[in-house]
């Protein structure tokens, strides 16, 4: 199924992207090759924002027996390193960048403002978007809906370590299928792990389609961006459809 070309993406990555085999803190050739990918669709005229996870540093439920606020609040902290971390790797190819946080840490990074946000974008820079929302309890799949939202992108990309998404998990069940697309509304009724519902009730009021996709074939930020027929997309209204 073709898609128009993007002109304008959130781009969700997962911090255990970063960490490559290690599965913690973030590994040179990872960060390299989600950076390469990223100059690629950036090269190609797409305006960027990105999100990222900490999952590779830091999540809150690891913080057992710790106030959960404290847990999260340390969480948004570790969304900064990744962010700086892809600013620069992003530069060193030559691709301008901005980081902005929900929380201010002005000697490292841009306060975010929506309206600055967006004239970075006119003007050809990658925005990182770090902290999350600034609130706890909310992951960065939220945070990436409503930045989409924000910044009135085309698309919300969500970059992941599987191809798709399945009607159950792949690697338990041989009989898993992959979809090719969904509406929203079923991935919310059936309960699939598409992004968490709080982010996919966002997308869908704001009519944000959602592509989750392998982050790991060279090439699939790009081809995303351009709509080529990978991973699952899911859409307001868009009917149940599986690979073959």
């Known amino acids: 199924m073709e898609e128009k070309k993007a002109t304008r993406v959130l781009l969700k990555i997962s911090g255990e992207a970063l960490s490559g085999d290690k599965g913690f803190g973030i590994d040179p050739q990872a960060l390299e090759d989600i950076a390469t990918q990223i100059?690629?669709?950036?090269?190609?005229?797409?305006?960027?924002?990105?999100?990222?996870?900490?999952?590779?540093?830091?999540?809150?439920?690891?913080?057992?027996?710790?106030?959960?606020?404290?847990?999260?609040?340390?969480?948004?902290?570790?969304?900064?390193?990744?962010?700086?971390?892809?600013?620069?790797?992003?530069?060193?190819?030559?691709?301008?960048?901005?980081v902005q946080t929900a929380v201010e840490m002005r000697q490292f990074a841009e306060p975010y403002i929506r309206r600055k946000a967006m004239r970075h974008l006119e003007k050809g820079r990658v925005v990182i978007f770090g902290c999350g929302t600034g609130n706890p309890f909310v992951t960065t799949d939220t945070a990436?809906?409503?930045?989409?939202?924000?910044?009135?992108?085309?698309?919300?990309?969500?970059?992941?370590?599987?191809?798709?998404v399945y009607t159950a998990d792949p690697k338990k069940d041989p009989t898993a299928r992959r979809y090719r697309t969904i509406s929203m509304i079923d991935a919310l009724k059936d309960g699939l792990k598409v992004m968490d519902s709080t982010a996919l009730a966002m997308c869908?009021?704001?009519?944000v389609p959602i592509v989750v996709f392998d982050l790991h074939k060279r090439g699939n930020i790009l081809r995303a961006c351009q709509g080529e027929d990978i991973g699952t997309r899911v859409g307001t209204k868009l009917p149940t459809a599986f690979y073959n």
């Open 144 to 164: 990436a809906a409503l930045r989409a939202a924000e910044i009135k992108a085309d698309v919300c990309l969500k970059a992941t370590n599987v191809d798709g």
């Open 39 to 98: 100059k690629d669709a950036f090269q190609a005229g797409v305006e960027l924002g990105v999100v990222l996870g900490a999952g590779n540093i830091w999540r809150g439920r690891l913080g057992v027996g710790m106030d959960r606020v404290n847990a999260d609040h340390m969480g948004m902290l570790a969304t900064t390193i990744n962010a700086l971390a892809l600013q620069d790797a992003l530069e060193g190819m030559g691709i301008p960048t901005r």
């Open 204 to 207: 869908m009021d704001n009519q």
